[in-house]
């Protein structure tokens, strides 16, 4: 078993990488499809705003992509040198899908880079289009392949192990776990919510600056849409995975609601501040046997309490934040696309304020942070566990007494890479306006003609 510091510092740096990746990771997904959206509209309504939006995703999903592989690389070079025994079980049981995600992401590359260099060789615009399919699909391929590793952590399956020894490997069945469904489903569409909501905030900002051009306006009001539609589909899955956990995780489930005792008939508890060693939850916000309803549908349905396991296999309480964190933001931007998208129809001047357009602004940062705290729930509701029931992560950690100064080596990288993709990025749009590129286009379409 590793040393204390060992594990420490090994968690550390995994929490790093991934808070980290998880951004780039998302607008991955997601912007594809905006891309492949935005370029529908634009051949099917002939709009040149639509195709000019759809030009300028794709050149700063570029930059995104770049930085993406690069921590993507990290993390998977870390798994092997800070968790190397759950590699020695992984490795042989769940490697199948970690090389399907590499082949999905070169199937995403190879098209993206045809995509990117062909936009004015295509007359018909259609064609140059379906190049756009294989890197939507690419894209959320890759995304179904890597968290059907992390679906197989939390209820592993497809393996055995006698007298220490793995035996009667399945890699289709280790793939297939009771967790994939709704993991697949969950951050599938937050990715493409959030990306969605991300755009609406810079075309809100820009507007908020002063732009009155058209082109703004129309990818807030797309954007919107969007987040409205994926944002809704978010909260299905979320009830979903409510269920699941009732059945595979239920400790995490009692974790994550300060639900303490098994009873009928639960209340779902928002907010509050809990007493650990009374188990009494204050100042709370409570919906009267609304968990029963979430967990097994019946508003009088036995839900089991934290109490019933051991005190060693039970997750950290604190992740009853970050779940209410998570749900408050879901929520809020359902609300605010809703009233937005609404509005829009309706012709509600308010939705045109600039405190409202605020709102839309704070939207972007806010989905992101909640990203993060879905995540950091996944992993710390399932701890002590790495690999749920047949491995704790300080039997899974390293032993090297380096990990700490490789820590601080890759928090270096991260900033550089964090800051240094803003300023590009920043840079790229800053230099090459909306209205300076439509100017470019439409001189050489005179030229042309």
Do not use: C
């Not at 220490?164 to 469904?181: D, K």
């Not at 589909?233 to 098994?262: M, N, V």
């Not at 991260?414 to 840079?427: A, M």
């Amino acid at each position: 078993m590793a040393n204390e510091s060992a594990v420490f510092f090994s968690r550390l740096l995994t929490e790093f990488t991934l808070t980290f990746h998880i951004i780039y990771a998302t607008i991955g997904v997601g912007i594809p499809l905006m891309i492949m959206i935005a370029q529908w509209l634009g051949i099917k309504k002939n709009d040149e705003h639509y195709i000019l939006l759809a030009r300028r995703l794709a050149r700063g999903y570029v930059i995104t992509v770049a930085v993406g592989v690069v921590t993507g690389t990290a993390f998977g070079l870390q798994l092997s040198l800070l968790w190397p025994n759950f590699m020695e079980v992984a490795g042989n049981v769940i490697a199948l899908p970690l090389f399907m995600e590499t082949f999905a992401f070169f199937f995403e590359a190879i098209f993206l880079g045809i995509y990117l260099y062909t936009w004015d060789r295509f007359e018909n615009q259609k064609k140059h289009f379906l190049l756009l399919i294989p890197v939507a699909i690419g894209s959320s391929i890759s995304a179904v392949f890597i968290t059907m590793v992390n679906a197989f952590m939390n209820s592993p399956q497809g393996f055995d192990i006698v007298d220490g020894e793995l035996t009667n490997v399945q890699p289709i069945l280790a793939m297939l776990t009771p967790s994939m469904p709704t993991k697949v489903g969950h951050v599938l569409v937050t990715a493409y919510m959030t990306s969605a909501f991300v755009l609406a905030a810079i075309a809100a900002f820009k507007m908020l600056k002063g732009s009155k051009h058209i082109y703004h306006k129309k990818s807030l009001f797309l954007f919107m849409k969007l987040g409205l539609v994926f944002s809704i589909a978010t909260a299905i899955i979320g009830d979903f995975s409510a269920k699941y956990l009732t059945e595979y995780q239920p400790e995490k489930l009692a974790a994550a609601e300060w639900h303490f005792e098994t009873e009928k008939g639960v209340d779902l508890v928002l907010f509050g501040v809990l007493d650990e060693g009374t188990q009494e939850i204050n100042y709370e916000i409570r919906i009267p046997k609304f968990l029963s309803f979430l967990a097994k549908s019946d508003f009088n349905g036995e839900v089991t309490g934290l109490n019933d396991f051991p005190k060693d296999e039970t997750p950290p309480l604190y992740i009853h934040y970050l779940f209410d964190f998570m749900v408050s933001v879901g929520m809020l931007m359902i609300v605010l696309s809703l009233v937005y998208v609404w509005g829009k129809i309706r012709g509600w001047g308010f939705i045109h304020k600039k405190w409202f357009s605020w709102l839309i602004v704070a939207g972007g940062p806010l989905t992101f942070l909640a990203i993060e705290a879905g995540w950091w729930l996944a992993e710390v509701g399932r701890q002590p566990w790495i690999l749920v029931k047949y491995m704790k992560v300080s039997e899974a950690a390293t032993s090297s007494d380096h990990v700490g100064l490789m820590a601080a080596l890759f928090g270096v990288l991260y900033i550089i890479l964090g800051i240094g993709s803003v300023i590009i990025l920043r840079r790229m749009f800053k230099n090459n306006p909306v209205e300076k590129e439509l100017e470019e286009r439409h001189n050489e379409d005179g030229e042309h003609k």
